[in-house]
């Protein structure tokens, strides 16, 4: 069983730069799709980014696209989110996850659930 661990979350000023990992334990980490979901106070939660096994499909919602790169690197176990040119509406708690597919992550049908870092971007 593959467990998820997010970092990297941190208060930052709009127009800021914060890179996202998240840490996967166990042998099979590589035959899951990934994916980061947000999800800020009173609203639901939303996918941000997700890729698939290989690394070699990505998918990003217009809200942040140009601005988010999901990759990952499947020898270290981890997947990463970088954002850029953050805005206030950026903020929320991220979530990493893992799912069967880049399908499945678009249609939040998640298998695991990382424990979420907070993400606050100030004015």
């Known amino acids: 069983q593959v467990q998820l661990v997010e970092s990297g979350g941190a208060l930052v000023q709009a127009g800021d730069s914060l890179r996202l990992s998240c840490a996967a334990s166990g042998r099979t980490f590589s035959q899951y799709a990934m994916g980061w979901f947000r999800q800020a106070p009173g609203k639901e939660r939303e996918i941000v980014a997700a890729?698939?096994?290989?690394?070699?499909?990505?998918y990003y919602p217009d809200s942040v696209q140009g601005r988010s790169t999901i990759s990952r690197d499947n020898a270290k176990n981890t997947v990463v989110l970088q954002m850029n040119s953050l805005k206030p509406e950026d903020t929320a708690v991220y979530y990493c996850?893992?799912?069967?597919?880049?399908?499945?992550?678009?249609?939040?049908?998640?298998?695991?659930w990382g424990q979420g870092t907070q993400v606050t971007v100030s004015s």
């Open positions: 890729i698939t096994q290989s690394g070699y499909t990505k």
């Open positions: 996850a893992a799912a069967s597919s880049v399908a499945a992550v678009t249609r939040a049908e998640v298998e695991l």
